[in-house]
T-cell receptor, first 112, second 113 residues
């Protein structure tokens, strides 16, 4: 399977703990996006990388959130001091330049 | 805010053609129109993208009138497995844009036997 992969698929954590998610994009794609989706809503944009450079961050991305894409390949999204409001599906997508974005299966985070 | 408006839900029956219309009155010159399908607990799946007139692929057709203020996704002969949420999006493909996707609430399509 050469699609976008995300790990873990599910994460349950206690409030105040740190969590890290990983996204492996389609290999030739230079752009990588993170979105967050809550129940019944469409995905919301969080941040975007072109190669290794993080070029845009949504105001939704508080200072507890950090994302990296070392060497322009896989990306990680870390949430520090998790809150119950962080419970959501975290989606990663990749694209080649301005072409269509392809999404991974998502990581479902539950903060207790 | 999402730049598109689409029906909240639609019902259909197996074998019928389904047309979902999306309104995007403020579409900009550089914007493309893209449709995604999403099943519960899965990431959105790209269906089709277009700029003007008609685009067809193996799963759907996209009709865009000359003024580009609306578009219609056409799904021929739907099956039960087409029950999903369908999102219409417009995005700026300008050179300085991240082309982030701005999702609305989508259209929940229910296909009945």
């Amino acid at each position: 399977d050469t699609g976008v992969s995300q790990n873990p698929r599910h994460k349950i954590t206690k409030r105040g703990q740190n969590v890290t998610f990983r996204c492996d994009p389609i290999s030739e794609h230079n752009r990588l996006y993170w979105y967050r989706q809550t129940l019944g809503q469409g995905p919301e944009f969080l941040t975007y990388f072109q190669n290794e450079a993080q070029l845009e961050k949504s105001r939704l991305l508080s200072d507890r959130f950090s994302a990296e894409r070392p060497k322009g390949s896989f990306s990680t999204l870390e949430i520090q001091r998790t809150e119950q409001g962080d419970s959501a599906m975290y989606l990663c997508a990749s694209s080649l330049d301005f072409r269509a974005q392809y999404f991974g299966p998502g990581t479902r985070l539950t903060v207790l | 805010l999402a730049k598109t408006t689409q029906p909240i839900s639609m019902d259909s029956y197996e074998g019928q053609e389904v047309n979902i219309t999306c309104s995007h009155n403020n579409i900009a010159t550089n914007d493309y129109i893209t449709w995604y399908q999403q099943f519960p607990s899965q990431g959105p799946r790209f269906i089709i993208q277009g700029y003007k007139t008609k685009v067809t692929n193996e799963v759907a057709s996209l009709f865009i009138p000359a003024d580009r203020k609306s578009s219609t996704l056409s799904l021929p002969r739907v099956s039960l497995s087409d029950t999903a949420v369908y999102y219409c999006l417009v995005g700026d493909r300008g050179m300085d844009s991240s082309y982030k996707l701005i999702f609305g609430s989508g259209t929940r399509l229910l296909v009945r036997p």
